[in-house]
């Protein structure tokens, strides 16, 4: 089975429930033959716009594009477009078989073309044992798999995922998020994929689609909206992320009286918000750097994490187990950063770099 992933474009989508904006002015490309995450909190309309690229939902305005065509009026039916849903979504009182295969009945196809079709979709997705068992006779992660080669029988153009692991567990989410990324690389399916967990989407995507209250905050690869976030909202929303008021002037940054050399193209001097992240902190008991106080320090196995308290503010800090062991609570610490975890954002009332420190 080979996928014939197609691009996907949205030009001006806006959906209104009566006053309620739930997606605003969304303009999106989706490249053929990769998985794009639609990233974002509770109500930021990301849902929305997966199942108006479904055809579920009709934009109030705006047009959507499937392999060039204009399928805004078409019916979902007509779209060539698959989903996964967070429910499975599965018949219990079908076998797997008859699950898989109840899309190409409707079809109308013969019985030689569905059994093929539908083995072959149970083998793409290691149950090929389970075609004669029922959902309930199943696990959660084999469930999820039985609804992605329902999804995958039909052969779509595109392929859709709505929260597909939120009722897994935390290491049966990792195992399957994983068979997923490799199936979807393996067939070349142009997939989009909707969920709030920022793990999951900087783990599975070739390009991650930030929202926020229906309008999309940033486009970029995992690396970029993770290492380069373009608002403090993506900063926040992605990851853990210390977010501190600062100064920027002849090349350096200065936060509460400790200045350091940094480097980063298109910032103007003035007030701006150094954003960095937990591993990125340098935590040592004595030496150069901003001064604080270990709030708390919290041993995670592999990693410990602790909380110091600075003028600048709480800063959190991630260090390896082997490199931050020796550190306790209520001493006193310097904080440096490594400036491949840090990056300069707008200060909070304005623009990147505004005057008036």
Not at 110 to 116: G, L
Not at 204 to 223: A, C, F, H, I, K
Not at 253 to 263: C, I, K, M
């Amino acid at each position: 089975m080979k996928g014939v992933g197609v691009p996907v474009r949205l030009v001006g989508v806006t959906k209104r429930f009566g006053p309620v904006v739930a997606v605003d002015r969304v303009d999106l490309e989706v490249p053929e033959g990769k998985l794009v995450t639609l990233l974002g909190p509770s109500g930021c309309g990301k849902t929305t716009t997966l199942r108006i690229v479904a055809g579920l939902e009709r934009p109030t305005s705006g047009r959507v594009w499937i392999a060039g065509e204009d399928v805004t009026e078409l019916p979902a039916a007509r779209r060539g477009v698959t989903m996964v849903f967070q429910s499975y979504a599965l018949f219990p009182h079908l076998t797997v078989f008859e699950n898989v295969a109840y899309g190409l009945r409707v079809q109308r196809l013969p019985a030689a073309e569905v059994r093929r079709r539908v083995l072959e979709a149970l083998e793409l997705v290691g149950l090929p044992q389970a075609s004669g068992r029922y959902p309930a006779q199943l696990s959660g992660g084999q469930q999820q798999r039985v609804a992605l080669a329902r999804a995958l029988v039909m052969q779509p153009r595109v392929l859709l995922f709505d929260e597909p692991l939120s009722n897994l567990d935390a290491k049966l989410r990792r195992r399957v998020r994983a068979e997923i990324r490799t199936l979807q690389q393996r067939l070349g399916i142009t997939s989009v994929y909707v969920t709030h967990d920022q793990s999951e989407a900087l783990a599975l995507s070739d390009v991650v689609v930030v929202m926020n209250e229906g309008r999309v905050e940033q486009v970029g690869t995992p690396e970029e909206v993770y290492r380069k976030p373009a608002t403090r909202f993506v900063a926040d929303f992605i990851g853990e992320a210390n977010l501190l008021d600062a100064t920027y002037r002849d090349g350096a940054v200065e936060v509460a009286g400790y200045r350091f050399p940094f480097t980063q193209d298109g910032v103007r001097e003035g007030r701006v918000t150094l954003m960095v992240r937990p591993e990125a902190v340098v935590v040592a008991p004595d030496g150069t750097g901003l001064p604080g106080l270990v709030r708390s320090a919290f041993f995670l196995g592999t990693s410990v994490e602790y909380l110091v308290e600075t003028p600048a503010g709480e800063v959190l800090a991630s260090r390896p187990y082997r490199e931050g062991r020796d550190l306790r609570s209520g001493q006193e610490v310097r904080l440096r950063f490594d400036e491949t975890g840090a990056y300069l954002l707008p200060a909070p009332e304005g623009r990147l770099g505004a005057e008036g420190a």
